[in-house]
Nanobody
């Protein structure tokens, strides 16, 4: 399975971004896995940002404040992360994968939030 993330960029505090993830290849649609977004900041371990089951149940774990919304399109093998009111501390490389992660990681998409 190949994962391709996109949608990152340089934004200012308070702005929004919508990240996209496309899974392709053999096995990407089997069983409709729980999909998730993770982020990795310099010097820190990657952390889970949000997950969504095949049926649409979401979990924002350590990000409950409502700024992030995860969604998916099962027909397109795609997942999305809408990020609003971005803060400089959201600066990171964002990756998608299953939850727990079982596929080879993609290159991620870099989000930089400037104050």
């Amino acid at each position: 399975v190949q994962l391709v993330e996109s949608g990152g960029g340089l934004v200012y505090s308070g702005e929004s971004l919508r990240l996209s993830c496309k899974a392709s290849g053999s096995g990407s649609a089997d069983a409709l896995y729980t999909m998730a977004w993770y982020r990795e900041q310099p010097g820190r371990q990657p952390i889970l940002v949000a997950s969504i089951t095949a049926g649409g149940t979401t979990d924002y774990r350590d990000f409950p404040e409502g700024r992030f919304t995860i969604s998916r399109d099962n027909a397109k093998n795609a997942a999305y992360l809408q990020m609003n009111n971005l803060k400089p501390d959201d600066t990171a490389v964002y990756y998608c994968n299953t939850y727990p992660p079982i596929w080879i990681w993609g290159e991620g998409t870099r989000v930089t939030v400037s104050s």
